[in-house]
């Protein structure tokens, strides 16, 4: 019964986002305020039937209700509850579920908190988001139904992929989500601009919040997923180039610019018709990955199932949104009023350069993940582009930008002084140099290890000399009312340097990686190796028993210097039901680095083959990420950006729209 | 500055950076790109030695052989044509006689292939697109094993990079 009551709200879900396109769209043609207020109701009433669906779909995993084929392909009884609940996206249909929740919620989200945009933009983009709705709910009931029935049912369940029951599974797709979906708001917002045919500074007002929250998201969900393929690969890698990551770096590279065009626009009130843009393709990027990801033309952990009439239909949907919007922006941007030109040496001029750097990267990126598809279909040539192309490409396009990134932040609007930028970058500048000699002195080669070390310090410490300028105009000890500058100091303030610095704090986790120590061994029991620094010494292995594994583990202890500093267990699961064997990788965090264990099958003579691994300073490459997001999060908060404030501003819009 | 130099310095850097951008990916293309073959692809082309290739088929029952260390030996099939390998490192977890497997590396002057990474399926019903494409090829793929393909089929390659 709940199950029937699941599909229905769904259904019926599809039907309210079909009234949600139409009705506020005509209504704003028609001027019509009654017809255009119909928007936030069933924006919220969409969210609300999705949810309940949602709900009633994780109640049958829950309560492992083996009639439905979308459990039975994805559960087992002895399953640990927190996959129950989480495996319910670890599938085709339920991950596309999430999707629709997600997207319902950024559509309720928008109906919800934007007050202060007008009328006629918020009835556009709230349809424009139905009309998303509606499209990717077509695809679940026609493609993709979670509620399918099997008769007779079954008893036990197939159980989730093993490699997806895992803790990550609970966190990272969520966050990617709605990083991914959380642009769509954005996306909605420019559309409705488009059609509307009016674009100002306020736009960017309006945009510029939901843009952060998506791109906070975006960068915890890429950062997890990177962390999380790490520890349960078993060989250590942490980005490998793969399509599917490639599919959330790109919205993440288009939506970072993206961020920082809207600041231009919103303060010099230029840009606009590119920010239109890249509101388009940063969204457009993100329903591409989905493509990618969905559609089984990649073969992953990620993609679940591979049938061609989702891969067509989520084509469709994909040529639909891109096309329509992109002919859209033709038709009208030439239209739109132009933004002034401004000097090439000011903060308006920095960010064009990282405009230009960051979609040129993304190109790159873009180019390299998509060009062994379009050969293989134009003649059937199968090819690998992996690491080395875009080391070569991404890497020098993107290196540019940590060098200028704090002289950027230096520069003021409109006219600035280079000169005086960097001269007071100065000690960033030679920290820089003083940790790069220290690393070489201290680590030595691979050079691009102490460069990058050299070059992240210099980062870190230059993300901050700007609100150091600004709190301590005249020196840090002639500087009065240093306190009272600090707090008067904007959160966005804090927020950028915290943003930048966490680019840094990654930076330097990735140069350290040249330092890394790695060992292949046949591990015997109360033998020693040295890796690194550190001693590990096995101790010897037992088995045991989980809810629906068996396991193998190996202990072993991490010394230096005699004296033991950690434990450490990997261990190796074998999945009963999918006969199907998983390496638990032993890690251990040292000084920011980590100790990384991984186990293989024992052979005949007894000996493990493991390979063992000291990565220094490792962690920092996701620790930055939390950096960055926590930047983002406080320019979130920042009072300008602020709901509640932002409602002052409405009028002038609303003035603007009653004169035209 | 005036206007037409604001526009030049504007429209001057976004074709640099693109330029700059468009050529570094039409180089790394030309040298990084590894082709994906078939063991009778790879017979009907003639590969010469020394060329990064990766190849993907079965792994031929009987033939795989533990050499001393972590060396292995093996022939990868695909029904009609086979081509004997040569790896040392640590295999995936699923590597296994009569499975699918994805080698990367490149033939050496006595025809052998000298893989520096072994990729692996990670899931029973699982096989990787391009072997499947080779064997269906040859006409010697089955779609069995357990469940019907394409309902339940996924899984993630596992990899074994040497050291």
């Known amino acids: 019964m709940i199950v029937e009551v699941g599909h229905y709200a769904l259904v019926l879900a599809l039907a309210i986002a079909l009234m949600q396109t139409i009705l506020p769209f005509w209504g704003a043609r028609a001027r019509d305020a009654r017809l255009m207020a119909v928007a936030r109701p069933t924006a919220l009433t969409q969210f609300a039937f999705v949810a309940l669906s949602y709900a009633a779909l994780t109640y049958a995993h829950v309560a492992s209700d083996f009639s439905l084929a979308n459990v039975v392909e994805n559960s087992n009884s002895n399953m640990p509850l927190v996959y129950r609940i989480s495996g319910v996206w670890g599938n085709h249909e339920g991950s596309m579920m999430l999707w629709v929740l997600i997207l319902t919620l950024s559509g309720a989200a928008m109906a919800v908190f934007s007050r202060s945009i007008p009328p006629r933009l918020l009835a556009d983009a709230l349809s424009m988001q139905g009309l998303l709705g509606a499209a990717f709910l077509l695809f679940i009931l026609l493609t993709s139904n979670p509620f399918a029935r099997l008769s007779p049912a079954p008893l036990e369940g197939a159980d989730l992929n093993p490699i997806l029951q895992d803790p990550g599974l609970a966190i990272h797709p969520p966050l990617l989500y709605l990083g991914y979906v959380g642009f769509s708001i954005v996306f909605s917002l420019a559309a409705a601009a488009l059609i509307g045919g009016r674009i100002d500074a306020a736009f960017a007002r309006f945009i510029r919040p939901w843009t952060l929250a998506a791109w906070c998201f975006l960068t915890l969900g890429i950062a997890m997923g990177s962390y999380w393929a790490y520890y349960t690969l078993g060989w250590g890698g942490f980005w490998f180039w793969d399509p599917v990551e490639n599919a959330s770096l790109l919205p993440w590279l288009a939506g970072t610019a993206l961020l920082h065009s809207a600041a231009v626009m919103e303060k010099r009130d230029a840009l606009k018709i590119w920010t239109i843009f890249l509101a388009i393709l940063t969204f457009s990027l993100s329903l591409l990955g989905t493509f990618l990801v969905r559609s089984g033309v990649l073969t992953s952990v990620h993609a679940f199932a591979s049938d061609p009439q989702r891969g067509l239909f989520i084509l469709a949907i994909l040529v639909l949104f891109i096309g329509g919007s992109l002919f859209l922006f033709m038709l009208r941007a030439p239209t739109l009023s132009k933004g002034g030109l401004f000097a090439p040496v000011s903060r308006e001029g920095a960010l064009v350069l990282n405009n230009l750097l960051l979609t040129a990267s993304c190109a790159a990126v873009f180019v390299g993940t998509l060009y062994p598809l379009a050969l293989e279909a134009w003649n059937g040539d199968k090819i690998s582009v992996g690491a080395p192309f875009f080391n070569l490409t991404f890497g020098p396009l993107f290196a540019p930008l940590l060098l200028i990134m704090p002289i950027g932040q230096m520069l003021a609007w409109k006219r600035a002084d280079l000169l005086g930028a960097v001269q007071r970058l100065f000690f960033a500048a030679a920290c820089g140099f003083i940790a790069m000699a220290v690393f070489f002195a201290v680590q030595g080669a691979p050079s691009l290890a102490y460069i990058g070390a050299g070059v992240a310090v210099y980062l870190i410490i230059g993300s901050f000399v700007e609100v150091y300028g600004r709190i301590f105009p005249s020196g840090l000890f002639k500087s009065k009312n240093a306190f009272v500058r600090g707090k008067g100091l904007p959160l966005s303030a804090w927020g950028s340097a915290f943003a930048h610095a966490g680019l840094g704090v990654t930076l330097l986790g990735l140069a350290a990686t040249g330092w890394g120590a790695e060992k292949v061994v046949a591990m015997k029991a109360g033998e020693a190796y040295d890796v690194g620094p550190y001693r590990l010494e096995v101790m010897g292995t037992t088995s045991d028993i989980g809810p629906n594994y068996k396991e193998a583990v190996a202990h072993m202890t991490i010394r230096r210097g005699g004296e033991v500093v950690a434990l450490l267990e990997p261990s190796k699961r074998f999945f009963s039901t999918r006969r199907m064997s998983t390496s638990q990788a032993g890690i251990v965090t040292l000084n920011f680095g980590q100790i990384y264990v991984s186990i293989a099958d024992q052979n005949d003579n007894g000996t493990i083959d493991a390979r063992l691994y000291w990565k220094p300073l490792v962690s920092l490459i996701w620790l930055g990420a939390l950096v960055m997001a926590f930047g983002g999060g406080l320019s979130l908060s920042d009072r300008r950006l602020r709901v509640g404030v932002a409602r002052r501003a409405a009028k002038l819009p609303s003035n603007a729209q009653i004169a035209s | ?163």
């Open chain 2, 1 to 163: 500055m005036t206007r037409k130099q604001k526009r030049l310095a504007l429209i001057g850097g976004a074709l640099g950076v693109l330029g700059l951008a468009v050529g570094m990916v039409l180089f790394a293309l030309r040298d990084n790109v590894v082709f994906f073959y078939g063991p009778t692809e790879m017979a009907e082309k003639q590969v010469g030695p020394g060329l990064r290739l990766r190849i993907g088929g079965l792994v031929k029952a009987g033939t795989l052989t533990h050499l001393e260390g972590k060396s292995i030996s093996f022939d990868v099939t695909d029904g009609n044509h086979d081509v004997p390998v040569a790896y040392t490192g640590l295999l995936p977890d699923l590597f296994k006689e009569g499975q699918g497997v994805v080698a990367e590396g490149a033939l050496d002057k006595g025809g052998v292939f000298r893989a520096d990474s072994i990729l692996a399926k990670h899931d029973e019903r699982y096989m990787p697109r391009e072997v499947a494409d080779a064997l269906k090829k040859q006409g010697t793929w089955q779609a069995s094993s357990g469940a019907p393909q394409g309902k339940t089929a996924d899984g993630k390659t596992a990899s074994g990079a040497s050291q």
